[in-house]
């Protein structure tokens, strides 16, 4: 009695009948077992260089203000003979396991940061507050 349908998920017989190709889990999430490792390009590193460290850099994962990728960054770190770079993304470490992995590979030396949002509003207010009790 009724249906022997195998148990496909819903996405997957959507991407079959709309003609789809398979992902291969390239731009799955930074842990995921789908994604590939990194393989670094060649890249010619210049032989003299000025000591540099780009210390605010925001990747992708900081909409509207970052267009690169973390292993884009980390490449053009590399050929420009960067010694070493932050990514400081828009309150939180989005990309910093790829930064990592590339930065790794490449030998660049890394920081890691996050540019925080703060609602300076609430902060006076508690900083008032404090204030008010300490003089109390």
Known sequence: MGFNNPSVPWSEMERVLSGRPALNGGDGPAFSRKRQKYEAPPIARPEKVVPYAELHAHTSYSFLDG???????????????????????????????????????????????AELSLNTADLSVRSTAASAARAG
């Open 67 to 113: 267009a690169s990728s973390p292993t884009e960054l980390v490449e053009e770190a590399e050929r420009l003979g960067l010694h070493a770079m932050a990514v400081t993304d828009h309150d939180g470490f989005y990309g910093i396991v790829r930064f990592a992995e590339a930065a790794e590979q490449l030998q660049v030396k890394t920081v890691f940061g």
